[in-house]
């Protein structure tokens, strides 16, 4: 249950895969990993600020090109065989449904690179991942980035890590029909190991600030509620038109633009109290990133923790994306002497992130594991997270 306790990741098993499921070696093996947000939630739809790091789960891909334009994916996590398209064919108004709906992550990748008039091409690959999917980590965009990254790579097509990360996430919007943020690909093409990536999601300009917990005598806990409310969808679509129309209301392009000592000022011209109280959230979650940097390029991590606490109160209050799960993940893990913790990632299910002291790991996981066994909830998985490497060429 705890990080320790990691499947081991033998550096050759995602080739030798590969080899049984094509008959013949990959040309190389490129890995890009998941993601939490420290801070900066729901923020980066309204072109703010986010400070997420990389997971050391990643997904490994590997890949070969083919020279007769036929793409043919298959998944480790997926039993149902190999699924084979042709590069040419591949169209955005069609995406894969059903079991074959995974397919569309790695597809659309070649198909953004393609409709960016890059000449990636045909490929076989094979995909192997400990990223646990819909846990809020991001296993969508660790698919993405380093399918980009393979076909970047054996076609020789000069991408900076950036640019892989756009083409990722139009893949997930347009392809995929997913209309996430730029948050996800970015941490996953960019972070770097022991730092938290602070990125305006404007500009993309992107500063990568030491966090290295294991020094400082912290460990961050991740805590995979595994629960997803049917929620989700409906409400973030709720929560993106409601910050469009407060933007409209104010004057302003998007609410990243209102600055935080202009906040009570601003609210005083809204008369919707729900827009009210997304505009509070979205502007002092804006600010909370900016403080958060600054105690870590400071060292002083701790300190985080509070700010931490502030941004999930504001979540479930003002956002109203929290769950009952994610709440008590977040009470139970602050009552056992954590420094802070809140949800991560959209909400409605999903993890939620605790910073604590190394040696209270065994007393926060077993007062989560109490808690929602008495509060009638399935076991939650704990895992500790280390800020890790972002994507790269693994073989
Ligand atoms: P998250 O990104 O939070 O894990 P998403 O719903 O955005 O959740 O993405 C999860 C989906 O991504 C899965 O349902 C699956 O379709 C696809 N996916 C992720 N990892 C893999 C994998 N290793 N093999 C096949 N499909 C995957
Ligand atoms: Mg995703």
Not at 214 to 239: F, I, K
Not at 310 to 321: A, F, I, N, W
Request: aromatic letters at 6%.
């Amino acid at each position: 249950m705890s990080g320790t306790t990691r499947e081991p990741r033998p550096a050759n098993r995602t080739a030798r895969e590969f080899e049984k499921v094509y008959g013949y070696p990959p040309e190389g093996v490129w890995a890009a990993p998941g993601r939490v947000n420290l801070i900066g939630e729901h923020t980066d739809y309204n072109d703010g600020f986010v400070l997420p790091f990389a997971l050391p789960q990643r997904t490994e891909v590997a890949a070969a090109r083919r020279a007769d334009g036929m793409l043919r994916l298959h998944s480790a996590y997926v039993p149902s065989g190999v699924v084979t398209l042709e590069v040419t064919g591949l169209d955005p108004a069609h995406p894969p449904q059903g079991a074959d709906r995974w397919t569309g992550y790695p597809a659309g990748m070649v198909w953004a690179l393609l409709d960016a008039g890059l000449p990636a091409g045909g490929a076989d690959l094979h995909i192997r991942s400990d990223v646990p999917t819909g846990a809020g980590l991001s296993s969508s965009a660790a698919l993405e980035t380093a399918t980009g990254l393979a076909l970047t790579e054996l076609y020789g097509i000069p991408l900076t890590r950036s640019a892989l990360a756009v083409l990722a996430r139009r893949a997930e919007n347009a392809y995929v029909g997913v209309p996430c943020g730029i948050m996800d690909q970015m941490a996953s093409a960019c972070a770097t190991e022991g730092h938290a990536l602070h990125l305006d999601t404007r500009t993309l300009e992107q500063r990568h600030i030491p966090f290295d917990c294991a020094s400082a005598g912290l460990r961050l806990l991740v805590v995979d509620t595994r629960v997803t409310h049917d929620l989700a969808d409906g409400a973030y679509a709720q929560r993106r038109a409601s910050c469009r129309a407060a933007a409209e209301s104010l004057g302003i392009p998007t609410l990243r633009d209102l600055p935080y000592p202009e906040l009570e000022q601003a609210l005083g011209r809204l008369t919707d109290p729900v827009q009210r109280r997304r505009v509070r959230h979205v502007v002092t979650e804006n600010e909370r990133v900016a403080r958060v940097g600054e105690l870590l390029s400071a060292g002083r991590l701790r300190e985080t923790g509070r700010l931490l606490t502030e941004g999930h109160t504001s979540l479930r209050d003002d956002y109203e994306v929290s769950c009952p799960e994610l709440d008590l993940a977040v009470s139970t893990a602050d009552a056992a002497g954590a420094y802070g913790s809140r949800m991560t990632g959209g909400g409605f299910g999903g993890s939620a992130l605790a910073l604590i002291d190394v040696d209270a790991e065994p007393e926060v996981t077993r007062a989560l594991a109490e808690a929602f066994r008495r509060a009638g909830f399935a076991p939650p998985h704990v895992m500790a997270a280390e800020p890790s490497a972002g994507a790269g060429r693994i073989r």
